[in-house]
């Protein structure tokens, strides 16, 4: 994981922590990282809720929690991650999945295309 992202985790995990003695016994300790006051899983629903409500106010367009994946996939291709690398880090197995499913083309990466297919053609690579 990036270092913004276990940062975020391990302070995650100190407010649990702080939640956990304030729920004294009605706590149970499931082994999860991400539960309610209580201890226990989330509802997909309420996820689904407060996340659309964090894009909204973020001026961001409506999206899934799992829309999440094809960002990351995108993303790391767009800053050169090998696609291998990516097919790793989101548990696929098969390298089509990867790039048919999650990556997607933007305008960027078409622009630094037709950029590179210039520069070939110009003999200035």
Not at 29 to 41: I, Q
Not at 69 to 86: D, I, K, M, S
């Amino acid at each position: 994981l990036p270092e913004f992202a276990l940062a975020s985790l391990k302070a995650h995990r100190a407010r649990q922590a702080e939640e956990r003695l304030q729920a004294g016994p009605a706590w149970q300790d499931m082994g999860l990282l991400f539960t309610t006051w209580r201890g226990t899983p989330l509802e997909p629903r309420y996820v689904a809720h407060y996340f659309k409500g964090v894009l909204k106010l973020a001026g961001l367009p409506d999206s899934r929690v799992y829309d999440l994946r094809h960002t990351c996939a995108t993303l790391l291709l767009c800053q050169g991650v090998h696609p291998r690398v990516v097919m790793e880090i989101l548990g696929h197995i098969q390298i089509s999945l990867t790039m048919n499913t999650y990556s997607h083309v933007i305008p960027q990466m078409q622009e630094e295309a037709a950029t590179k297919m210039d520069d070939l053609m110009s003999g200035n690579e």
